[in-house]
Structure formats: C-alpha cells, structure tokens
C-alpha cells in the first residue's frame, strides 16, 4: 500500500486549503481500514486532524471541527482535506495515513507535504 499527498504549498491567510490523498494497492472501502490526514508543525509534534472511515463516516479532533471537513472520491481511490479560513498557526507538513482498525495502528503513511500559510 502506497499513499501520497499533493497540494498548494504557499497559502496566503483565510485562503482554504484543500488537500488530496492518492491511495494505492487497496481500496478505501476495504474494511476495517480508517483514512487519517495528520499534522506537525515547524518544531512540533503530531497532530491528528481527522478520519475518513471505509463506510464513509468521519470524525474530526474538536478543536479543528468548525473549519475541517475530510470527503472522498471512491472512483478516484482518494480522500481529501479542506482547512478553511488557515492562518500561519496552520502550517505544518501535512501526512494522509491508513489506520487499521483491526490492531488499531497507521500502518500506511505518505511521506508528507509541507503547507505555508503566510501573508
């Protein structure tokens, strides 16, 4: 299984950032695998933003809810991430990973983009 991201590496400000996962060697419908985007910013640890799940459904860290949103495209084998209203605070390599839920591990991850929010 092979994972990669790709997205805007400079945003300005409030701007939206929109990212997407490429997974390949297994569908994102396979049970019981969970699609996970994380983050870690300049100097700091990991942050996990949220997930997709194989059935769909998806759950967000609270204090990231109000302005992440994590969808699909089945066809394509891809999930996505939009952060709205991003300020510098947000910038970060960005990573999509694989949870599986049967040990509960991100056993698959991309090797990450890195995302500037700056003016």
């Known amino acids: 299984v092979q994972l990669q991201e790709w997205g805007p590496g400079l945003l300005k400000p409030s701007q939206t950032l929109s990212l997407t996962c490429a997974v390949y060697?297994?569908?994102?419908?396979?049970?019981?695998?969970?699609w996970s985007w994380i983050r870690q910013p300049p100097g700091k640890g990991l942050e996990w933003m949220g997930v997709i799940g194989y059935e769909g459904s998806t759950y967000y860290t609270p204090s990231l809810k109000s302005h992440t949103s994590i969808s699909r495209d089945t066809s394509k084998n891809q999930f996505s991430l939009q952060l709205s209203s991003v300020t510098p605070e947000d910038t970060a390599v960005y990573y999509c990973?694989?949870?599986?839920?049967?040990?509960?591990?991100?056993?698959?991850w991309g090797k990450g983009t890195l995302v500037t929010v700056s003016s």
């Open positions: 060697g297994g569908s994102i419908t396979t049970s019981y695998y969970y």
């Open positions: 990973a694989r949870g599986n839920g049967v040990v509960n591990v991100m056993d698959y």
